[in-house]
């Protein structure tokens, strides 16, 4: 299923042209126009999922396996030393457009530092009463 308001949805289904380096019956693989580094790609599914907590299993088992293909091509292809899978879901995570997709981004020796962070220190006491909020929210799940 797709919506007719979304731009991924329309990109993936080749409504709108794209630089496509793979697709296949349920994605298409498009460079990013505006890329973190040089050959960043998007993995968008062509069917509509607003984040990775809407993706059905299908959907949600091949992503990875085209992620780790997109990032070995890459290797060969452009000679980047390594590839970052980055995958964000809701505004506060920095998602901007609501259709489910998936950056394969491209790290080369000497490059920016992106996609990092400087470790934080948590006690042992915040960590068991974090664990048992986030398991109980499994609970509620099932």
Not at 71 to 79: H, I, Q, T, W
Not at 101 to 125: C, F, K, L, Q
Request: aromatic share 6%; glycine share 10%.
């Amino acid at each position: 299923m797709t919506d007719d308001k979304c731009i991924f949805c329309k990109i993936a289904n080749g409504e709108i042209p794209s630089a496509t380096v793979y697709e296949d019956d349920m994605f298409r693989v498009i460079l990013d126009l505006g890329p973190a580094t040089r050959g960043h790609a998007l993995i968008l599914p062509k069917n509509h999922f607003a984040d990775v907590c809407a993706l059905d299993e299908k959907t949600a088992a091949k992503v990875l396996t085209i992620g780790a293909k997109v990032g070995a091509a890459m290797k060969e292809g452009l000679g980047c030393a390594g590839f970052n899978l980055v995958q964000n879901n809701g505004e506060a995570a920095g998602q901007t457009v609501m259709h489910f997709h998936m950056h394969v981004i491209p790290r080369y020796e000497g490059g920016p530092n992106i996609v990092s962070w400087t470790p934080g220190a948590v006690s042992g006491d915040d960590l068991t009463e974090l664990a048992e909020k986030i398991k109980g929210s499994f609970r509620k799940q099932e």
